[in-house]
């Protein structure tokens, strides 16, 4: 059993790299993609991209498309060729999604426990948070579809760390992890991580989507600019003000579990080690994260704080969460440490 | 006075709190960094011996106290104060609010994010009510205004539950900071390591460590003692623990009947005024000593674990053997002192001192024995887990040999007493703490993340309704709508609550009156 929980972590993360192929050739083939366009112009305006001294990775805005015709009202998602290639990445996340919940479960088949005991079950559990709540965003509002290529890109990144490095033997808990908070605490952090994890894509994306919106446009001499990479990628992403709307409600949801799971993690340390608070490292992080997420919401809360500037909060919140998962793991010596990856 | 002012409005200023709140994620992180007191002293001790050159200065920045350093201090001090400065007039201006009747309607309700428009037959006072019951039903806060130009004007409004919350979340904060000032004045620990089959008492020279909150005196601890009869370890066959059980009774009042627990890890021993927890374990070998003059000396010495495997090393010191009968004292000293490393399962090859597993399948004792004087009369506080290595250097400690002994064996030392490995104890170490902010913390975090959720997912906004009369006696009503806070299913909301209003339209023109405009 806990072989072939071992066996779908390949598939799903194979499946996830799979479906991110499909959202890409969407995102950089589509009708509104940044190849499409270049291929859709008219030569004399290639002609203009050469003079302009476009390297490769620039990108220039035409001035004959009208500028993102899309709204934020707009409810369907492209369609033709390259929208079936959006629609068989949707597919494959389900089917990877499917492989994720699978290994899951085999694997606390395997030990005979929820599998929330080390940081790979926890890696591997937040992983599928991410993915659920991916999933459930894109029900809501399709045209959030181009996200897809990070979303499924940042999945597969962390499935397969997981499965190459983190990867422990399944077994029982050490008494310590014997509690009925292990079920609160740690689903609750994994619960608000995967939500983190995915609230950080349209952040990121907003401050892309941002800065390409900043710097395309017509020159002074009436050529379009040149918008360098990243902010090249912005053209084929949701309006920037969708994304902006999307990054605060997803943290809006997400802050008050991980102030659940921090409680929880309070409660237990207090019936487990005497003490509710103690600043070991992965509690010491963990408070940083949230103080972070909270100057986020109070920064996004406050009209003279402009939005990008905000969403940086964020950014830098998500940077916390890592170093607590990978970096305090791996270096630091705490209570914490029982993630079995000596 | 206005520079008084001027710093109370910078420091109550929401930039100032965003840099607060940054400032204090940034102060927190050099506490994962460097090793803390109040996590663990040996870990401290330990960094400043490796690391005698960066050392002194980092005590004098209060690296290895970092969340009792003054700067922390500050940063939250000055955070919580930013708050109260600003949540006090936020509370005025809400009560003011909730007393208040909603403010009337904007001049152009047109210009709103929403609005609409409608015909009806009724006069404009009649509509009003309508107007103002159906949201009255509805649990929208209403107030009618009747104006001098003939037109009457309805304003609701809804979610002062965001602002309440949000109030409740920054108060609870508040109270934590309580509840952590009040655990730290009023709260004690002590911890201890007790061997199986031993008894402890609840005053403060039975511990080991302790530390008294500021308020809190030593000598009204309450009064309990604790018997350990056993522990009980469980392990895989990789070593990993999967049960540590410690078999324990107490008594509360003297000369009451002891009551027995099982001391688990999640399962702590709450007492009445103090918990007792499970917080580690090991091994004490037990050795007889028979001197040179026969006489017989029993110790039980805890050793320290080194690793997951449980090999431990320790010390056991007999100050009073070798001295002749009816005499004080030897001249020279030839006291005993036995440092060893105990693997509870032996490694297979015997060049390496590290056990292979963590129960007692093979156990074996290395020791090496030491003659001379201890040192102990010196007036210098020594380990109880160490030998003191200036004896040794000065050549007042001699080594006499070193052997291998498993449980029942004995060695025989070249002046002829002889040292006897008996077998082990277990031993665990115990917390006992008291902390009597804990309930009000338990209390502030409940209402924290009612408070949280409350203000993130409460909407608070108004709609108007402007009522003109009509010439044929009806009366045409503007409906505008504006949510004050991030809400996009506000439109919606609108078209329901507009739709709430169940007016019949004007009776000449039914039903083709009813005309609504969106905007």
């Known amino acids: ?342 | 006075m206005s520079s008084v002012r001027a710093f109370w409005r910078w420091l109550t200023s929401m930039r100032t709190a965003l840099v607060l709140l940054l400032v204090l994620a940034v102060a927190a992180v050099p506490g994962s960094i460097f090793p803390q007191r109040g996590v663990s002293r040996e870990a401290v001790d330990e960094y400043i011996a490796e690391h005698p050159d960066l050392a002194p200065l980092l005590e004098r920045l209060w690296a290895f106290d970092v969340y009792a350093s003054p700067w922390f201090s500050a940063v939250y001090l000055l955070l919580f104060i930013s708050l109260v400065g600003c949540l006090a007039p936020r509370l005025r201006q809400h009560v003011t609010n909730l007393i208040k009747p909603p403010p009337d309607a904007p001049a152009r309700l047109e210009r709103l994010p929403v609005s609409t428009t409608r015909e009806v037959g009724q006069g404009p006072t009649e509509a009003a009510q309508t107007v103002r019951l159906a949201w009255r039903r509805a649990r929208w806060r209403t107030a009618v205004r009747a104006h001098a130009d003939g037109t009457v004007t309805v304003a609701a409004e809804k979610g002062y539950l965001k602002e309440t919350g949000n109030l409740l979340f920054h108060f609870a904060l508040l109270s934590l900071l309580v509840g952590l000032a009040w655990g730290t004045w009023y709260g004690w620990h002590g911890n201890r390591l007790v061997v199986a089959g031993d008894e402890f008492c609840n005053t403060l020279h039975q511990y080991d460590e302790y530390g008294l909150g500021a308020r809190t005196s030593g000598d009204r601890l309450p009064p309990f003692c604790v018997t350990v009869h056993d522990f009980q370890a469980e392990f895989l066959d990789t070593g990993q623990p999967t049960r540590f059980a410690a078999e324990v009774s107490y008594v509360e009042d003297l000369g009451e009947e002891p009551r027995r627990w099982t001391l688990q890890v999640n399962h702590p021993l709450r007492l009445s005024g103090a918990n007792v927890y499970l917080i580690g374990h090991g091994y004490a070998p037990v050795l007889r000593y028979t001197d040179r003059y026969d006489q017989v000396f029993t110790t039980t010495a805890p050793f320290l674990p080194v690793d997951g495997m449980l090999t431990s090393q320790g010390v056991a010191k007999f100050p009073y053997a070798n001295v002749p009968p009816g005499q004080s004292s030897a001249d020279p000293p030839a006291q005993l002192g036995l440092t060893g490393v105990y693997q509870p399962t032996a490694n297979p090859d015997p060049a390496v001192a590290a056990s292979i597993f963590p129960a007692e399948r093979d156990p074996v004792l290395t020791l090496t024995a030491w003659q001379g004087d201890l040192g102990l009369g010196s007036g210098v506080p020594q380990s109880v887990y160490a030998l003191d290595e200036r004896q040794i250097a000065l050549g007042r400690l001699t080594e006499v040999g070193t052997r291998t002994l498993r449980p029942g064996e004995s060695w025989t030392l070249p002046d002829g007493s002889t040292v006897e490995f008996l077998g082990t104890r277990p031993w665990i170490t115990v917390s006992v703490r008291h902390d009597p902010g804990q309930s009000l913390m338990l209390f502030g975090a409940g209402a924290v993340l009612v408070g949280l959720m409350v203000s993130l997912s409460g909407k608070r906004r108004r709609v108007w309704a402007r009522i003109r009369p009509a010439d044929d006696g009806g009366s045409l009503i503007t409906f505008g709508g504006l949510a004050r806070t991030e809400y996009p299913g506000f439109a919606d909301e609108f078209a329901r609550v507009v739709a709430q209003v169940d007016m019949a339209p004007p009776p000449e023109r039914a039903p083709a009156g009813l005309s609504e405009r969106s905007h």
């Open chain 1, 1 to 342: 059993m806990a072989e072939l929980s071992d066996t779908l972590l390949f598939v799903a993360a194979v499946t996830y790299v799979a479906a991110m192929v499909g959202y890409l050739v969407e995102f950089a083939f589509g009708t509104r993609g940044a190849v499409a366009r270049v291929a859709m112009r008219p030569v004399r305006e290639l002609v203009a991209v050469g003079a302009g001294g476009g390297a490769s990775g620039v990108d220039i805005v035409s001035p004959v498309q009208p500028e993102r015709p899309e709204r934020d009202d707009e409810t369907t998602p492209r369609a033709g060729r390259t929208g079936v290639a959006g629609a068989i990445g949707v597919a494959l996340t389900v089917v990877g999604l499917a492989a994720h919940v699978a290994v899951l479960v085999t694997r606390g088949l395997a030990a005979q426990r929820v599998p929330l005991g080390n940081m790979y079950e926890f890696v591997v559990t937040l992983t599928a948070v991410c993915v659920v709540g991916w999933l459930v965003l894109l029900a809501v509002r399709p045209t959030l579809r181009p996200l897809g290529v990070f979303v499924t890109g940042a999945l597969a990144l962390m499935l397969g760390f997981a499965g190459l490095v983190l990867t422990t033997p399944a077994g029982p808990l050490v008494p310590a992890l014997q509690s009925a908070w292990l079920k609160v605490h740690v689903s609750a952090a994994a619960t608000a991580s995967g939500l983190l994890l995915l609230a950080f894509v349209p952040a990121a994306l907003y401050l892309i989507r941002a800065g390409y919106d900043k710097r395309s446009g017509l020159a002074d001499d009436g050529t379009p600019r040149v918008v360098a990479f990243p902010f090249s990628l912005g053209r084929a992403l949701p309006a920037a003000d969708t994304l902006e709307r999307l990054t605060f409600r997803l943290h809006a949801f997400a802050f008050p579990i991980w102030t659940l799971a921090i409680i929880c993690g309070a409660i237990w340390a207090e019936a487990a080690w005497g003490r509710y608070w103690g600043w070991d490292p992965k509690e010491t992080w963990s408070f940083i994260s949230w103080v972070a997420y909270a100057a986020y919401l109070h920064a996004r809360a406050t009209p003279s704080v402009k939005r990008t500037t905000a969403t940086w909060f964020s950014v830098v919140a998500w940077l916390t969460m890592v170093v607590n998962l990978y970096v305090i793991n791996f270096v630091a010596v705490g209570l914490h440490s029982y993630a079995g990856v000596d």
